[in-house]
């Protein structure tokens, strides 16, 4: 990398707690859950609720279920992003590539503040979100437009049908299931979004779906072989169906004994893929007499990062 590199890519997570505690969880939960484009209630209303119930009781549950997969360096979404980072960095040797996340640190501010320091005046702003939804894309992009003030922004509001990206989610399925054997069913595991968001305009399940069809289209698949479904629904009102746990036991009474699943909406393994999916869901699709097989994230891998690294020097519009 140049000792003073005039153009930069700032990779976007959402974020984590710093370590598998409840004081933690609650710190990043508060911040997260505090977000009017997480939780549109007025604050007068959702604060109390938040800090006085939610919170308090979410800390210790949540931190136990961090605590299940959390690595010896710290947060999965965190060491995935910091890998992923470094890949990228290596594909673009005359940029400086960082990363950051929209809730907890790194911080974006600080990330902005290092590169007004390091005399970068173009950054590529890349939310690890493929598919755009005003509670995730839009959120990263708010507090872009708060700290970002003297650099010249390019940002990447969806990659959800980005050739590269499709390639990259297809070849790792494929040679996944080169290694493994093939499941007699594939299911695509997306977080989920209340539904009113989605009544509101919010594009983010034609999203999903058009990521979905096109990655089915790549592996040959026909329409029997694969399912698309939401997961992390969260509180009492309608979210996005149809339900990934109510899809498996769908599943299981047409007697599929072995389903493989996938999560291309994240960018990066984190508690949602590794604790509720590869863990929970398998746990709850074993007492029905079937194997639910986890194919991971992207992450790291090199096809990743050229899809990344190529994205971002479109957006920027040079091959450099």
Known sequence: MPDTPETALLLV????????????????????????????????????????????????????????????????????????AAAVQARLPQWRVAHAMRYGEPALADAFAR????????????????Q????????????????????????????????????????SIRDWRARHGAGEHLLFSFHGLPQRVADAGDPYPRRCEASVAAIAAALGLAAGDWTLSYQSRFGREAWLEPATDATLRKLAARGARRVDVVCPGFAVDCLETLEEVALGYARGFARLGGELRYIPCLNADAAHADALAALARRVRGDGA
């Open 13 to 84: 997570n959402l974020g984590t707690p710093s370590e598998p505690t409840p004081k933690a969880v609650r710190r990043y939960l508060g911040e997260f859950l505090g977000d009017p484009r997480v939780v549109p209630i007025p604050r007068l209303l959702w604060w109390p609720l938040l800090h006085g119930l939610i919170l308090p009781l979410r800390g210790s549950r949540s931190a136990e279920k961090y605590a299940q997969v959390w690595l010896p360096e710290g947060s999965p979404l965190a060491v995935h992003t910091q890998r992923l």
């Open 115 to 130: 590169m007004r320091d390091e005399g970068v005046r173009d950054v590529v702003v890349l939310p690890l979100y493929p």
């Open 132 to 171: 755009y939804s005003t509670t995730t894309t839009a959120s990263v992009a708010d507090r872009v437009r708060e700290q970002a003030d003297g650099l010249r922004l390019h940002f990447v509001d969806d990659y959800s049908a980005d050739a590269g990206w499709i390639a990259a989610v297809a070849a």
